[in-house]
């Protein structure tokens, strides 16, 4: 028998008997996201976005300035043309009746076909509501949508993030919980790192544009949110859409420039954040003011959150920070550190033990730098309301 052909005859058997897992691992990796996504929506389960491909093109042409890399919406195929030009992509909402999920199941399915394999596609929106006793109809929606389409990720979203685990098979969760108001930040962030880490697949977040003072502090608040989020796993995020970012002119107004000044800070490391595994851990140093920035009678690590275990391979000696755990795809160690307090910026002080190098990702350059080592310590800069990377070969 003639080499190649036993070569092509042992790689053909090896193809067929691949076990059911690991073909669904297969499939899923495909259908992981590209982009860190930063999400510009009107709403979702209808169609608020302009219908004339000039004026639609004009709001690309906006939110795509305010760091926006993606749209959620309706598809049809002159707003995927327009993104494409402008390297945005679509989260395809099928909660819109003309291809609806599950009330509109054969144009659902007929839609998703043809978007296999279509760079201009991040996902598919599959429900953003209260899931309560509804898990199997998103569970069966998701199954459905895979089965469509492999190629891209399905979202399933919850305002409860306790009922985001009853769902099985979705590529990205999400939860809004509007923590300035309501509460409940670490617990939920908690919550979503678990299922991140028993099922290997990231969350978004959807939350207020406007938490704080539009045109003050306003950024601040609403870039903590997003920025102590990362730690534990978060992929990307959009706004809850309750008017404004832009005017009647398609121009950004003072919310819109408010949002512009936290994407940036996002869209400038979020290439970087696409590179590396899920997080293994979250840990927080201890604080001691709140994260209105004011003064606590003694300090406390916050939220039940973890301290850093004794026996790390990193200490914390300076700065009130919280730090993500994971590795790149060269597995060196990779910290993500955030500020606790969102209008203070912190110089934190590392201890490395046994570290050979050290790394910090300059945002402003899109560059890694060397950090020196001295006695095994180092330091880097994090800034407020931002994420910060240091990598590390030991």
Not at 251 to 266: M, P, R
Not at 272 to 298: C, Q, R, W
Request: aromatic share 10%.
């Amino acid at each position: 028998m003639h080499a190649n052909f036993q070569w092509l005859l042992a790689v053909s058997f090896a193809a067929v008997i691949m076990s059911p897992a690991a073909l669904a691992q297969d499939n899923k990796d495909k259908r992981q996201p590209t982009r860190f996504a930063i999400i510009f929506n009107k709403g979702y389960a209808g169609d608020q976005l302009p219908k004339d491909p000039a004026e639609f093109e004009k709001l690309v042409k906006t939110v795509k300035e305010a760091h926006f890399n993606m749209i959620l919406g309706a598809y049809d195929e002159r707003r995927a043309a327009i993104c494409k030009k402008h390297d945005v992509q679509l989260f395809v909402d099928l909660l819109v009746g003309d291809h609806h999920v599950y009330k509109n199941t054969e144009a659902c399915k007929k839609l998703c076909q043809s978007l296999r394999n279509n760079p201009t596609i991040y996902g598919y929106h599959l429900w953003s509501d209260n899931i309560a006793g509804t898990a199997p109809g998103r569970s069966r929606d998701v199954k459905n949508v895979q089965e469509w389409d492999g190629t891209h990720p399905a979202y399933v979203g919850s305002y409860r993030m306790s009922k985001v685990s009853g769902v099985q098979g979705m590529d990205l969760f999400g939860y809004y919980d509007f923590h300035w108001t309501r509460g409940g930040h670490w617990q939920y962030l908690n919550s979503a790192f678990n299922i991140t880490k028993a099922r290997q697949v990231g969350f978004l977040r959807y939350d207020a544009a406007n938490p704080g003072v539009v045109g003050k502090g306003n950024p601040n608040r609403a870039g903590y949110t997003i920025a102590t989020s990362i730690p534990f796993g978060l992929k990307g995020y959009m706004y809850h859409y309750a008017g404004g970012i832009l005017d009647a002119n398609l121009q950004l107004d003072a919310l819109g420039k408010d949002v512009q000044i936290v994407n940036a800070k996002f869209a400038s490391v979020g290439a970087e954040l696409l590179k590396l595994g899920h997080p293994t851990a979250v840990h927080s140093t201890l604080i001691t003011t709140d994260a209105k920035n004011k003064p606590l009678d003694k300090a406390a690590i916050p939220g039940g959150l973890a301290p850093i275990p004794e026996q790390s391979w990193f200490q914390v000696k300076a700065g009130e920070v919280l730090i993500g755990v994971c590795k790149d795809g060269a597995k060196r160690d990779v910290l993500i550190f955030a500020c606790h307090n969102p209008y203070q910026s912190q110089m934190v002080t590392l201890q490395l033990k046994a570290a050979t190098k050290a790394e910090a990702f300059d945002r402003a350059k899109g560059v890694w730098r060397e950090l020196k080592i001295i006695d095994e310590q180092a330091r880097v800069s994090v800034e407020d309301y931002a994420v910060e990377l240091v990598r590390v070969e030991r």
